[in-house]
C-alpha cells in the first residue's frame, strides 16, 4: 500500500501523515514514512538546490526535471524495495505536487507534466492521495510559526491560488485515487477522516 499526502505548504501534510503512521503501526502494520523530494542522499542535494532561496533564477523546465530526478531516485532506493516487503510507505508529497506546482503553478503543459511524473516514478501509482484543502489565509498563518521560509513557501499568493485549484482539478480528474480533505478543520476530525478512507482500502 502507498499513500501520498498532498496539498499547499502550511495545509498539515506532515502532520497527518505522522499520525497516520503512529495509527497504522499501533494496529500491526509496518509503515515507512517519506518526504519526497528528499530522504535519499541524492534526493536531499537536490532538495536543497530546489529550496535555496538563492536559486531564484531557476527556469520552470529546471525545476520540472530536478523534482522528478530527485522522485526517481526516491522510488528506485526506498519506495519499490519497501513496497516488496510488504510495507504501508507514506509519502509526504509525491508526483501531484509536480501536476499542481510545475503544471498548474507555473503553466507547464500538462503533457509534458505527465511524461516526466512517469519517468521519475518508474510508472509507480499511489493507492490514495490525501489532498488536504485549506485557506490560504489559513495556511499561511499556520506558516507564520516556521523560522526558516524556503523557495516554494516565499512563491506569492496568486501562484499559490493557482495551484490550489491545480489540486482541487487532480481530485476531479482522478476520484478514484485521490480524496480532498476539508483541512480547515481540526487535526482531531481530518484525522479522523482520514484513518476511516484508509481503513476502507486497506481491509
Ligand atoms: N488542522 C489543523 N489545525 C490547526 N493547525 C494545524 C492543523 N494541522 C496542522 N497544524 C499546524 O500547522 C503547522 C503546519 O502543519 P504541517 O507542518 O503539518 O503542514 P505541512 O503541510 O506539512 O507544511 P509544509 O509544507 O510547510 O511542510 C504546524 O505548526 C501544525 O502543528
Ligand atoms: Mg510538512
Do not use: W
Not at 29 to 49: A, L, M, S
Not at 97 to 118: C, E, F, H, P, V
Not at 121 to 145: M, W, Y
Amino acid at each position: 500500500m502507498f499513500i501520498t499526502f498532498e496539498g499547499i505548504d502550511g495545509c498539515g501534510k506532515s502532520t497527518q501523515a505522522e499520525l497516520l503512521a503512529k495509527y497504522l503501526e499501533k494496529i500491526g502494520y509496518e509503515v515507512i514514512n517519506i518526504f519526497d523530494p528528499g530522504y535519499t542522499k541524492i534526493g536531499n542535494e537536490i532538495r536543497d538546490i530546489l529550496l535555496d532561496l538563492k536559486s531564484n533564477k531557476m527556469h520552470p523546465h529546471t525545476e520540472l526535471l530536478l523534482y522528478s530526478a530527485a522522485r526517481s531516485q526516491l522510488v528506485s532506493e526506498i519506495i519499490t524495495p519497501a513496497l516488496k516487503k510488504n510495507k504501508i510507505v507514506i509519502s509526504d508529497r509525491f508526483f501531484d505536487s509536480t501536476t499542481a506546482y510545475q503544471g498548474y503553478g507555473r503553466d507547464i503543459s500538462l503533457d509534458l507534466i505527465n511524461k516526466l511524473n512517469l519517468i521519475g516514478s518508474h510508472h509507480l501509482t499511489p493507492d490514495i492521495t490525501f489532498i488536504v484543502n485549506v485557506d490560504l489565509k489559513n495556511a499561511n498563518g499556520r506558516l507564520e510559526n516556521k523560522s526558516n521560509i524556503d523557495r516554494m513557501e516565499s512563491e506569492n499568493s496568486k501562484f499559490k491560488n493557482k495551484v490550489l485549484s491545480g489540486y482541487v482539478e487532480i481530485v476531479k480528474k482522478y476520484p478514484e485515487r485521490c480524496f480532498l480533505i476539508e483541512g480547515n478543520k481540526s487535526v482531531k476530525e481530518i484525522q479522523k477522516k482520514i484513518k476511516e478512507i484508509t481503513i476502507k482500502k486497506i481491509r
